[in-house]
């Protein structure tokens, strides 16, 4: 996902409109597709998402800390559909004061159970009061038309 939409942002396959998302935006890292990519892997794509959302929202701010060092959202391995609400909450709290300390109401977020856990989880338990899209939705969202 990452790859192919940087190639098409890159060679201009697509043009995006900045103007669409202006409010302040950040990005979380998924543990699946940044530090257990690099362990598996040997490459975790932890600039590539950033680099996407940079082209979409000119207001972009990282959380602290970023990249590899970035918190868990709580919902690891699938916790999410699991039912163990508390501890998703209780292990959320710093993804949510994370969230909060960046002062962003948009969260990109491309792994589908983080998504999940930010929006409808850590949003309500920790009343952040934020939208948060995939990475993907990001895109579609910000397309340009023909030139």
């Not at 043009?15 to 998924?30: A, E, F, M, S, V």
């Not at 362990?39 to 701010?61: K, M, N, S, W």
Request: with cysteine; charged share 25%; proline share 5%.
């Amino acid at each position: 996902m990452f790859d192919l939409l940087q190639e098409y942002i890159d060679q201009d396959r697509i043009r995006l409109d900045r103007t669409i998302h202006t409010g302040r935006t950040t990005y979380h890292d998924p543990c699946n597709y940044g530090r257990r990519s690099q362990q598996l892997f040997g490459h975790g794509y932890f600039e590539e998402g950033r680099a996407i959302t940079r082209a979409c929202c000119p207001d972009f701010v990282d959380m602290q800390p970023p990249g590899a060092d970035n918190y868990c959202c709580g919902a690891g391995g699938g916790l999410w559909s699991m039912p163990y609400a508390a501890e998703r909450v209780f292990h959320g709290r710093l993804k949510a004061r994370q969230i909060r300390e960046t002062g962003a109401r948009l969260v990109i977020a491309p792994c589908h159970n983080c998504r999940d856990q930010i929006l409808r989880s850590l949003n309500r338990e920790y009343e952040l009061d934020i939208e948060v899209k995939y990475l993907w939705q990001l895109v579609a969202d910000s397309l340009a038309g023909p030139s």
